[in-house]
Structures are given as C-alpha cells and as structure tokens.
C-alpha cells in the first residue's frame, strides 16, 4: 500500500451512492495458510477467484489485499449478486471457489469467513471500515509484506462491475473557514 493507493481506494468507497445498491452483497475474507511464493501467485488466485464469481453472476465487486502478521496476504471483497439469490448457497458457494483457486497455499474452511449485507447501510459499515485503514494499519504495513514481495506487490485493491457513483464533492471556503476548520479537526484527533 502507498499513500497514493490509500487515497484512490477512499475516493473510491466515497464516491458510491450506497443508497442506489439493491443487489444481495457477501462480505467476504479469504485467507491462506501459506504464502504464495510471488505477487503473481497472489495475482493469478485472486483473478480466478473473481473470474469464478462472474460465472456465479457477479454484479460488482470490490476488494482489497492485506497482510497478516505473519506475511500472508488475505482478501476482503463485497460481492455483489442478484437480489434473486439464495444467501446461504451464495455463500457457501463463494467458499468453495477461493477453496479450490487456493488449493495449492492450503486454505482452511473453517478460516473463511462470509457475511450477508442487506442493505445500503451494511455497505456504508463495510466501506467506513476499508477507508478507515491508512498505510499505517498493521494489515498494510510494509513490515508485513513478504520479504520476497518487497519490490512488487501488485494492485492492493480493485473493483468490477458497474457501480452507481456520484462526482466528488468540492467546497471552495475563505480561508479563515479552512483554518478554523482545520483547528477543530486537529483538536478532534488529539482528544
């Protein structure tokens, strides 16, 4: 994660009318026992992954890759199908695929997690959630990386599909406005 990426993901989850999302959406996190060798492992497991999804009926998705302690890079995603679906089989479903996509890094079940969203506020939670995290959270931290990816990692996190979006807010303010605004923020994060 660079500061540059982190900044492009928030704009991202920012810029989603929330309220517009109809679909049936399955958080989802996909972990692995051992770490691919390379980036491209990784690579090459999560766009099978999402490839599977799409066959499945994938409206939209959105995702990222972080890193746990002990260097293994796992996958948060929003996946969003028809409102049609049956949960419980979408979800198992989900499971069975990373399963078999990451067979070779032996992936546990009972170590993937999935959860139903219901409705715009269970995205706005998932997304206040992912946007909340900077470079500086354990999970992005260069620390974490495996040493064997330290000079590429690859996109850290994406989305498909079509999603309903706003442009994004800009406000022009004097700058006594800006300043007095920026005291109250600061004084916000230091309590």
Not at 77 to 82: S, Y
Not at 155 to 167: A, F, L
Not at 168 to 179: A, C, E, I, L, Q
Request: aromatic content about 14%; charged content about 25%.
């Amino acid at each position: 994660w660079s500061a540059a990426s982190a900044r492009r993901n928030v704009d991202f989850l920012r810029s989603v009318e929330y309220h517009s999302i109809d679909d049936m959406g399955v958080c989802f996190t996909g972990t692995l026992k051992d770490c691919p060798p390379t980036s491209d492992d990784w690579h090459a497991i999560r766009n099978a992954f999402i490839r599977r999804l799409r066959r499945m009926g994938l409206v939209r998705s959105h995702w990222v890759t972080e890193w746990q302690r002990r260097g293994v890079p796992h996958l948060h995603g929003m996946f969003f199908f028809p409102a049609h679906f049956c949960s419980v089989d979408v979800r198992r479903k989900i499971v069975t695929h990373w399963l078999e996509v990451a067979s070779a890094f032996n992936p546990l079940r009972s170590a993937q997690y999935t959860t139903m969203m219901f409705d715009g506020l269970g995205w706005a939670q998932y997304s206040a959630k992912h946007a909340s995290r900077g470079i500086s959270h354990y999970q992005r931290s260069p620390e974490n990386i495996p040493p064997e990816w330290k000079l590429k990692t690859g996109r850290v996190w994406g989305k498909t599909g079509d999603w309903p979006i706003r442009d994004t807010m800009r406000f022009d303010v004097p700058d006594s406005v800006y300043f007095a605004y920026r005291r109250l923020l600061r004084g916000w994060r230091i309590a």
